[in-house]
């Protein structure tokens, strides 16, 4: 069993930055797949970034360039650096793993875990 929790969501003015960890209990981090899904109300939750266990990332249009992705295994941790921050960025921020997705589909056939979300409000 691995809980997530997310942390470092907040208010931000257009243009700003942030960045949303998420630190994971249990075992085996390293092996999971971590992703970041976002969603507003009445709209379906969205992949924003993933990351495979070596390494690989995977971007949505709407965010590549500005936001990244990483992970620090040592500590349990995954981040998502959010930079040139636009109001369309707001949302609420899900942290997700799963074993066996690939990065580029993340989410399609269901998450194991997934945290309970960090509100990100950009707004001037």
């Known amino acids: 069993q691995v809980q997530l929790v997310e942390s470092g969501g907040g208010l931000v003015q257009p243009g700003g930055s942030l960045r949303l960890s998420c630190a994971a209990s249990g075992r085996s981090f390293s092996r999971y797949v971590m992703g970041w899904f976002r969603q507003v109300p009445g709209k379906e939750r969205e992949l924003v970034a993933a990351?495979?266990?070596?390494?690989?990332?995977h971007y949505s249009d709407s965010v590549k360039g500005r936001f990244t992705i990483s992970r620090d295994n040592a500590k349990n941790t995954a981040y998502l650096e959010m930079n040139s921050l636009k109001p369309e960025d707001t949302a609420v921020y899900y942290c997700?793993?799963?074993?066996?997705?690939?990065?580029?589909?993340?989410?399609?056939?269901?998450?194991?875990?997934w945290g309970k979300g960090t509100l990100v409000t950009v707004s001037s």
């Open positions: 990351m495979s266990s070596g390494g690989g990332t």
């Open positions: 997700a793993a799963d074993r066996w997705s690939a990065i580029t589909t993340m989410g399609r056939n269901g998450i194991d875990f």
